[in-house]
């Protein structure tokens, strides 16, 4: 669970990365709008992945290997 929620954070991460250099939104683009239904459950899917790695940064790292 830990790799697939840090592997949907990371696309995330691009995606913003891709609004930011060049206002260009690829979920947006793919799903044909920021507003639709699909895009709005990859968002929520991305942040929700982003909510679960923020527990990874307080596991204790022996037990995260």
């Known amino acids: 669970m830990n790799k697939l929620a840090l592997i949907i954070t990371?696309?995330?991460a691009l995606?913003?990365?891709?609004?930011g250099l060049f206002q260009f939104?690829?979920?947006a683009w793919?799903?044909?709008g920021a507003g639709t239904l699909?895009?709005?459950i990859v968002y929520t899917v991305v942040?929700?992945?982003?909510?679960?790695?923020i527990t990874l940064l307080f596991k204790d790292r022996?037990?995260?290997d």
Do not use: E, M, P, Y
């Not at 995606?15 to 609004?19: A, D, T």
């Not at 942040?47 to 790695?53: I, N, Q, R, S």
């Open 47 to 53: 942040a929700l992945a982003g909510l679960w790695c």
């Open 25 to 27: 939104d690829i979920v």
């Open 38 to 40: 699909l895009a709005r």
């Open 10 to 12: 990371i696309i995330g």
């Open 15 to 19: 995606n913003w990365g891709s609004i």
């Open 62 to 64: 022996a037990k995260a």
């Open 30 to 32: 793919i799903f044909g």
